[in-house]
């Protein structure tokens, strides 16, 4: 089983140079599974078969096939997809908690040629599949649901943190809430892009405090120092709702704006945004 994941800050900044911190989350999980002699498939399991059908096309196809093999063992792979292979989950699909990533993961961790050397190896053999799903991928999602460890990328390094979620939450309450629509993250990410290029004082803002917010906020959290976590995530949620304003739905826009003045937590993108869950924060009691 491969579980969900939470990335708690560096979405979107990842691909531009901030550090990211993401967490297993084991509330959802997912795997790979045959129908064997099950005499009444499920629809969505046809649904599911098609679309690792749809993957194994984008990987062997045109240059990607010469990498696609160096990861999977594709015969093996093709062959499961004719015994009607499918994707057993209970994450929610763009929801933004890894329900590709735990398919990756699940992907490599039945067909992939265990040969890699670090995380970040891997992290760049997950990004190739996962770019299937995402108009870009960092492969940091694959890589936590695949370790089910907590996972930093910082300065173009992978490491696995002393620290798990259960420990966060002593210093922070983190929960999440359900927009009530899925997300969509080819949308976000390429709207995203499109808005930071064309938007000069927004790229300056992304830029100058942004990033350098993030950056903190982690290396804060990795050193366990928490004295300003609930007031530095209340700037990331202030800084959010400027730079990525279009990715949040009316209703948790709303909310969001509501909790920063009147105190009754921060609501922050979870994953992509455009739907899906969000993150709240409260501080802890005491």
């Not at 062997?60 to 063992?73: D, H």
């Not at 699940?106 to 996962?130: C, M, Q, V």
């Not at 800084?239 to 949040?248: C, H, N, S």
Request: hydrophobic share 35%; proline share 5%; glycine share 8%.
């Amino acid at each position: 089983m491969s579980p969900a994941k939470l990335l708690l800050f560096g979405e979107y900044s990842v691909l531009h140079g901030s550090a990211a911190l993401a967490f297993p989350y084991e509330r959802f999980s997912g795997e790979l599974v045959l129908p064997g002699s099950m005499s009444d498939p499920d629809p969505a399991w046809v649904d599911s078969n098609r679309s690792l059908q749809e993957l194994f096309d984008y990987l062997t196809t045109g240059e990607r096939i010469g990498q696609s093999e160096q990861i999977l063992n594709l015969e093996r792979f093709r062959s499961e997809l004719g015994e009607k292979l499918f994707f057993l989950s209970t994450i929610p699909a763009n929801y933004g908690v890894g329900s590709s990533g735990s398919l990756v993961a699940s992907l490599y961790r039945r067909f992939g040629h265990k040969n890699e050397t670090s995380p970040e190896d891997l992290r760049k053999r997950f990004a190739l599949i996962e770019s299937f799903f995402h108009s870009t991928s960092s492969g940091t999602d694959p890589l936590v649901c695949y370790l089910n460890r907590p996972v930093c990328i910082r300065a173009g390094s992978v490491t696995t943190p002393d620290i798990t979620l259960e420990e966060l939450r002593k210093h922070i309450k983190i929960n999440l809430i359900d927009s009530g629509t899925p997300g969509q993250t080819k949308t976000g990410v390429s709207g995203f892009t499109i808005n930071r290029q064309t938007d000069p004082n927004r790229a300056d803002l992304y830029e100058s405090e942004y990033i350098p917010l993030v950056n903190q906020v982690i290396n804060n959290i990795i050193g366990k120092e928490f004295e300003t976590l609930y007031s530095d995530i209340q700037r990331i949620s202030t800084l959010q709702l400027q730079l990525f304003k279009e990715l949040f739905t009316p209703d948790i826009l709303n909310k969001a704006q509501a909790c920063l003045s009147d105190s009754s937590g921060v609501i922050k993108l979870c994953g992509s945004g455009g739907g899906g869950y969000y993150l709240h924060f409260k501080p802890v009691a005491g």
